[in-house]
């Protein structure tokens, strides 16, 4: 008879019982899941930034920045992840995941609460403050917990659970965009106002939600999967890479340019996804947000749908079918993305592409070296993230331009994809360390 998901208990972990006395339950898991996604919605609402560039960009807008201006404290606040995904990474692994959760989303809301105040001329420092250093950081030290966390709670199906729950990041934007829009509306001349009841809903929600997180014992796995220093999608030889170890490979930056380029390619669109909507296919400003919300849906339905396919098709062959779908489609955008519906159409398949390269690379790290430090690798490879984050918007920007070429600008973007596609061809798994005497190599007991 098969046992509960609580029988599979061996050695403690210690970030997890100096806190959490109590042994898991079988629900455990699917309430922590349900925690991560709520946090992972509040966390997705910074892909509804180009609501608010737009609206700060209004001739009724009392700051009027520029192009250039409008993407900077979205950049800053991209750039700044690393920042809390590095951090976050190492103090959970020592301190256990719910202190730097509920620390990420406070430092989250009170920058996009700090954003509200920027209604002045000249005040466009107070959006890069709040928004881009105070919200980036939070966002990364908040966003790396649930990924590295579902992958110990659920080694039965990684690519699938972190994909949820990073879904959970690109449906926040369906959430947040067209609230945004309607706070806006409410006041053209302020347009940052709106990020005062934004922020305190974010605050609401992402506590709420990281307030259950726990780690499972060491050992711990569910009913029927082995769990002997390996899970079901990390059955190899050997114990868990450390930190170090996976740094001192090849294929560790090699996930990180993959990455790296997905970013680069997808958030060129995400950063400006309104303006060129009304640019290119002649959307109205209303139409434009209620477009940006709807890509949320194919944002968080890539990183869910991508996730699962790479567990049945391989990771790398997903890697190559995500790139090359983005290039592809970033350069027909332009070109024959020139009504509503088919701009629509290019649109969706680069969101979902996007989302996608998140939704899979937590497991493909986790298959290629382990969970146990899951939270410091992963965490470390997310500058590709940041190196994204700043590169597509500012190349995105920079050959759009006053003239508005958005021709040249997602050729040349849809190119760098192309090319990128190349990359996990070259990818494969390193061989595990040894270890025999290594706790993460001692077989653990099953029911």
């Known amino acids: 008879m098969a046992c509960s998901e609580s029988s599979d208990v061996t050695t403690a972990d210690p970030a997890s019982t100096s806190t959490d006395p109590l042994p898991p339950r079988a629900s455990d898991r699917w309430v922590i899941l349900a925690g991560a996604v709520l946090v992972q919605l509040a966390l ?41 995904t590095f951090l976050g990474g190492r103090i959970q692994d020592r301190r256990g995941p719910r202190t730097v959760a509920v620390v990420g989303m406070v430092m989250y809301a009170a920058g ?15 959006l890069i403050l709040g928004y881009g250093v105070l919200g980036g950081i939070g966002l990364g030290l908040a966003y790396i917990v649930p990924i590295a966390l579902l992958q110990k709670w659920f080694p039965d199906k990684a690519g699938l659970i972190t994909g949820i729950a990073v879904g959970g990041f690109g449906f926040g934007a369906v959430i947040t965009s067209p ?16 990020f005062l009841p934004l922020g305190l809903a974010y605050l609401v929600a992402g506590v709420a939600g990281a307030t259950v997180f726990r780690n499972p014992p060491a050992g711990w796995s569910p009913a029927g999967v082995v769990a002997s220093g390996r899970t079901a999608t990390t059955a190899v030889e050997g114990r868990d890479f450390t930190v170090r170890e996976a740094l001192g490979t090849r294929q560790w930056y090699l996930l990180t ?20 909507a009304t640019a290119v296919a002649g959307y109205s400003a209303a139409g434009a947000a209620g477009l940006v919300g709807v890509m949320g849906l194919f944002n968080g339905a890539g990183r869910i749908g991508w996730a699962a396919l790479s567990d049945r098709i391989g990771k790398m062959p997903s890697f190559v079918g995500i790139l090359a779908l983005e290039g592809i489609a970033l350069i027909l955008l332009p070109r024959i993305g020139t009504s509503p519906v088919s701009f629509a159409v290019l649109a ?66 849809g190119a760098i994809a192309l090319i990128g596609a190349a990359i996990p061809v070259l990818t494969s798994p390193p061989p595990r360390p040894r270890d025999d005497t290594s706790p993460a190599a001692t077989p653990a007991t099953t029911a």
């Open 44 to 84: 997705g609402a910074v892909y509804a930034w180009s609501t608010f560039s737009k609206a700060l960009q209004a001739p009724e807008s009392a700051l009027r920045l520029s192009t250039v201006e409008a993407t900077i404290p979205f950049e800053t606040a991209i750039g700044m992840i690393f920042v809390g």
């Open 112 to 126: 996009i609460v700090l954003s509200s105040f920027a209604q002045a001329p000249g005040q466009l420092w107070l």
């Open 179 to 194: 609230v945004a829009q309607t706070l806006i509306e409410a006041d053209k001349t302020h347009p940052a106002a709106a």
């Open 257 to 276: 340019v993959i990455l790296t380029v997905c970013v680069t390619a997808g958030i060129s669109l995400v950063s400006v996804a309104a303006a060129s």
């Open 348 to 413: 969706a398949i680069i969101y979902t592409c996007y989302g996608g390269a998140f939704g899979a690379l937590p497991s493909t790290a986790g298959q290629f070296f382990g969970v146990k430090h899951a939270g410091s690798i992963y965490g470390l490879m997310l500058v590709a993230w940041s190196i994204g984050g700043v590169s597509g918007p500012l190349i995105a920007s920079a050959l759009i331009g006053s003239s508005k070429n958005y021709v040249l600008a997602y050729t040349v973007i």
